[in-house]
């Protein structure tokens, strides 16, 4: 069978998501390459793609994250375009940039959106000039610490630094109070110019017991734009996510429609192309403020496809293509309950990942969940790479009937070999305030304090 989309798809990624790409690839009828490491040869990514390349040493600097490496395997394959999944290369403005220059499509929006949205500072000013509202803070932090802690007093403490080239919370710093601002700085400046290469950080005001919403967007090359809605993350520990669901208890039909087209608007002003993700903060009073935007297909994308029926990696594929959107704005309904769970292999006491074998694992299948997984019994989880291990999906008709089904998929999961965070998932959904939807980005410090 022959598409008239690509002639063949390199997937640069591994694990659940370089499956979940190579479904997407199979209902279109694209021809996929998987590349994977050394420590990858015994992967299912590599079993169920048509071709599979390897293309270095286990390390990811040496393999998922090697430009050259992943541009030959698409050469040598005749492959026309790469979709990068997430993490790795996903939001890589220069991966896009040579792709680009080798006439490989990037399945993703353009480079220089990448680099617009990856410098934090840059998307909170451009997205202030497209009507959204942003959280009160500094534009960038230049200059003596006299002028910054004038600045920090303006806004009034708590203030947060943030890295300007971070995001998902890496490089994040509360700061309480004056006395605590220089030291914080030093810090912060230290720490992103190791982590990103550099030190350019900037300030916001803190927003404590909020909630974390985020706003799915596809947008097409011929200007026309949607949101899919809302997915709530506020349940995070150390900024990794647990749990997700959609749509938020949090949201009236109304303010859902409000921000997103808000949000749909100003990913047209910057001339977005793909699926991505305007992430917001929503306070007790009714205020909600931009934060920031991730430009790849995110870890949490089941549960929007679940509400809406769409496929978001397909719709990447398509709008990659040049395809216009097929749905208008009216044609999204948003349709009963969807929630998540990441399972993740992990110590319960140090949070820490735990690699090793799986010495048996059972799927949870029945009506109504949905597994993204890349395990087995006997798959071995690398040290080398993220610890996750599935992604239980569950629906319902609505939010009660998705509770009793994770509850339900957890218990009838079995995973061993490795300590795992669903003991920890089942104390979140039997929680009353969580059953309530009383949520916030403080839950997990307050429900269950190490
Ligand atoms: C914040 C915030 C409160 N105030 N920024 C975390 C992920 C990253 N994208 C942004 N994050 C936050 N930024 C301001 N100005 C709260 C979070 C946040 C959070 C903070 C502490 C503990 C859990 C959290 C869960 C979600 C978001």
Aim: charged content about 25%.
């Amino acid at each position: 069978m022959s598409n008239s989309l690509f002639r063949k798809v390199l997937i640069a990624n591994r694990g659940e998501i370089a499956l979940r790409v190579i479904h997407a690839c199979k209902e279109l009828g694209i021809p996929t390459v998987a590349v994977y490491s050394q420590a990858d040869r015994d992967s299912l990514h590599v079993r169920f793609a048509d071709e599979a390349v390897c293309i270095g040493p286990p390390a990811s600097s040496e393999s998922y994250l090697n430009i050259p490496a992943v541009i030959s395997a698409a050469e040598i394959t005749n492959a026309d375009a790469i979709h990068p999944g997430y993490g790795f290369l996903a939001e890589s403005a220069y991966f896009a940039e040579v792709c680009e220059t080798c006439g490989l499509t990037f399945i993703g929006p353009s480079p220089e959106v990448i680099r617009l949205m990856g410098d934090k500072n840059r998307a909170r000013k451009e997205m202030r000039e497209a009507g959204l509202p942003i959280i009160p803070g500094t534009e960038k932090i230049a200059g003596p610490q006299e002028a910054v802690a004038r600045v920090a007093g303006e806004i009034g403490y708590p203030v947060i630094i943030k890295a300007a080239a971070g995001g998902g919370g890496k490089g994040m710093r509360i700061v309480q109070s004056e006395s605590e601002l220089a030291t914080a700085l030093d810090l912060a400046q230290t720490e992103a110019r190791a982590a990103f290469g550099t030190p350019d950080i900037y300030l916001e005001k803190y927003i404590s017991d909020a909630r974390h919403i985020e706003f799915q967007i596809l947008a097409d090359h011929h200007g026309n734009v949607i949101h899919l809605g809302e997915r709530e993350c506020s349940i995070q520990r150390r900024h990794q996510k647990l749990l997700e669901e959609a749509p938020s208890t949090y949201l009236t039909p109304e303010l859902r429609e409000e921000v997103g087209n808000l949000a749909a608007r100003a990913a047209l002003s910057v001339n977005y192309s793909s699926a991505g993700t305007m992430e917001f903060l929503f306070d007790g009073s009714g205020h909600y403020y931009f934060m920031e935007m991730n430009t790849r297909i995110q870890v949490e994308h089941p549960v929007t496809e679940l509400v809406t029926g769409l496929d978001l990696v397909k719709e990447q594929i398509r709008i990659a293509a040049r395809q216009r959107l097929e749905h208008s704005q009216e044609d999204i309904q948003l349709r009963g309950w969807a929630i998540e769970c990441r399972i993740n292999a992990e110590c319960p006491q140090t949070f820490l990942p735990c690699p090793g074998k799986i010495t048996a694992f059972h799927p949870p299948t029945f009506m109504g969940v949905r597994l993204d997984t890349a395990a087995y019994t006997e798959w071995v989880i690398s040290p080398f790479y993220d610890s996750l291990i599935a992604k239980v999906i569950t629906y319902g008709t609505n939010r009660a009937e998705a509770i009793k089904r994770m509850e339900r998929a957890l218990e009838m999961m079995v995973v061993e070999g490795v300590k795992t965070t669903i003991p920890l998932q089942q104390r979140i959904l039997s929680n009353d305030d969580f059953q309530e939807g009383r949520i916030h980005t403080h839950f997990l410090d307050r429900f269950f304090p190490r």
